[in-house]
């Protein structure tokens, strides 16, 4: 079972900016992906970037591209995600998840049912 621990998120105005840390363990397969995908109150949860650890390849839906920045430390196992220039309808919840890196990351990351393991989600707000 992947065990997570995710950190970050909060309250922020339109314009700042937050990070979001996952360090994630347990896997059951070699090749891991780790990112995020976020969920705003009645509606579905999306994609929203993720990245190998094995060869740091990294994928962002068009809509954060330019404002969010995915990192990780390999020796921890662990992911970090960089927001700025946020708006208020990047307000979400946002869910550590982890899948095997069995196909391109962009096909992947946007398939729900490709996803092996969710966090519990951390509450991203930001006001106008």
């Known amino acids: 079972e992947v065990q997570f621990v995710e950190s970050g998120g909060g309250l922020v105005q339109a314009g700042g900016s937050l990070r979001l840390s996952c360090a994630a363990s347990g896997f059951t397969f070699d090749d891991v992906v780790i990112g995020w995908w976020r969920q705003a109150p009645g509606k579905e949860r999306e994609a929203v970037s993720c990245?190998?650890?094995?060869?740091?390849?990294?994928f962002y839906v068009d809509s954060v591209k330019g404002r969010f920045t995915i990192s990780s430390d390999n020796a921890e196992n662990t992911v970090t995600l960089q927001m700025n220039n946020l708006k208020p309808e990047d307000t979400a919840n946002y869910y550590c998840?982890?899948?095997?890196?069995?196909?391109?990351?962009?096909?992947?990351?946007?398939?729900?049912?490709?996803?092996?393991?969710w966090g519990k989600g951390t509450l991203v707000t930001v006001s106008a």
């Open positions: 998840a982890v899948g095997e890196y069995s196909k391109p990351l962009p096909v992947l990351w946007t398939d729900y049912y490709g996803i092996d393991s």
């Open positions: 990245i190998s650890l094995s060869e740091r390849s990294t």
